[in-house]
């Protein structure tokens, strides 16, 4: 069974940074889209950034600048290195992957459960 697992949220002062990590475990045929999202309370969840089956990355105007991903494909794990972190970045960030996994053919959608960031002083 497929699961994405992410680690590396917390608390950190303003102006700080974080790394987040996502890993993808299970048997794993391919992976397409794969990135990262976060929900805010009271608040729709939104694109941060990710990764298009391109090679593309995607990255919300809050992030560019600031925010990093990258991605070890051996290891089908996506990173997000967070710089210069501000009290609005505070969400929970949610790791999302597109892939192929048996029994299915066709690429599904998963998500992770989502790690706390809390930005504060």
């Known amino acids: 069974q497929v699961q994405l697992v992410e680690s590396g949220g917390g608390l950190v002062q303003p102006g700080g940074s974080l790394r987040l990590s996502c890993a993808a475990s299970g048997i794993i045929f391919s992976i397409y889209d794969m990135g990262w999202y976060r929900q805010a309370p009271g608040k729709q969840r939104e694109l941060v950034a990710a990764?298009?089956?391109?090679?593309?990355?995607n990255y919300a105007d809050s992030a560019k600048g600031r925010f990093t991903i990258s991605r070890d494909n051996a290891k089908n794990t996506v990173y997000l290195q967070m710089n210069s972190l501000k009290p609005e970045d505070t969400a929970v960030y949610y790791c999302?992957?597109?892939?192929?996994?048996?029994?299915?053919?066709?690429?599904?959608?998963?998500w992770g459960q989502g790690t706390q960031v809390t930005v504060s002083s």
């Open positions: 990764f298009s089956s391109g090679g593309r990355t």
């Open positions: 999302n992957a597109e892939l192929v996994a048996p029994p299915k053919k066709q690429a599904v959608n998963y």
